[in-house]
């Protein structure tokens, strides 16, 4: 019989949890590597310094996890609920999670190649086109892509609804998601109804 005795564990920056355990009679060492969920979405207000804690306060069972004021997500993506209901008010920022969750693999690639173009006048010129009509997987590229070349990772529009947020990736640029960060984060969504919507109808 095989038996498997973890020893170690250590949390990579990439999204993985690295994984050495001894199994089977000979205790051949084995590394597995186990991708998990993480927010990777900068948002102002986000709770991702906090989500460890607020994990361990959730109850040991509970039906449906209702998050209505979803933003970055941190705590949803550090509990993993089996079923949930995540939602905000932010169009742009569900249609997101929707194409995220759809087609990981694509936008991680797509937000890769923006992210070898960035320059101050590369995102002025992805600021004017985010406004206009386009595929929705190509404007959830967009919205990533903007989020972490913009100051502070704010999202904020003017009277026109037009995002106008300055120029500031962090000084090594902008941190983009990687392909497993997002593969891991679409897992993790299709456990969630992604709701556009006010948190009244929401929590009704
Ligand atoms: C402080 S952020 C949430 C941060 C999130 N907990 C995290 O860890 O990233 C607040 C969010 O609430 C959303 N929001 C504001 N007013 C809302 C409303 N009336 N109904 C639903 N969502 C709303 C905003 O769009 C924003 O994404």
């Known amino acids: 019989m095989l038996?498997?005795?973890f020893s170690s564990s250590t949390k990579k920056p990439t999204g993985e949890k690295r994984i050495r355990g001894n199994?089977?009679?000979?205790?051949k060492t084995v590394v597995c590597?186990?991708?998990?969920?993480?927010?990777?979405?900068?948002?102002?207000?986000?709770?991702?310094?906090?989500?460890?804690?607020?994990?361990?306060?959730?109850?040991?069972?509970y039906n449906r996890y209702f998050e209505p004021f979803f933003g970055g997500g941190a705590v949803y993506f550090a509990l993993r609920p089996k079923r949930a209901v995540i939602s905000d008010v932010n169009t742009e920022l569900i249609s997101c999670y929707q194409q995220v969750r759809a087609h990981p693999k694509l936008i991680a690639s797509l937000v890769q190649r923006y992210a070898r173009q960035d320059s101050p006048a590369f995102f002025y010129r992805m600021r004017?086109?985010?406004?206009?009509?386009?595929?929705r997987i190509g404007r959830a590229a967009k919205f990533i892509y903007m989020n972490k070349a913009a100051f502070n990772g704010i999202y904020r529009v003017n009277m026109q609804g037009k995002f106008n947020v300055p120029y500031g990736p962090s000084q090594?640029?902008?941190?983009?998601?990687?392909?497993?960060?997002?593969?891991?984060?679409a897992k993790c969504l299709w456990r969630a109804r992604i709701v556009s919507a006010d948190f009244v109808k929401t929590t009704k």
């Open 33 to 61: 590597v186990e991708s998990f969920s993480r927010p990777f979405l900068r948002w102002a207000g986000g709770k991702q310094k906090l989500a460890s804690s607020l994990v361990e306060l959730a109850p040991a069972r």
């Open 128 to 135: 004017e086109t985010l406004s206009q009509r386009g595929s």
């Open 172 to 185: 090594s640029g902008p941190a983009v998601p990687t392909r497993k960060v997002l593969v891991a984060a």
């Open 3 to 5: 038996k498997r005795r």
């Open 23 to 27: 199994v089977g009679e000979g205790r």
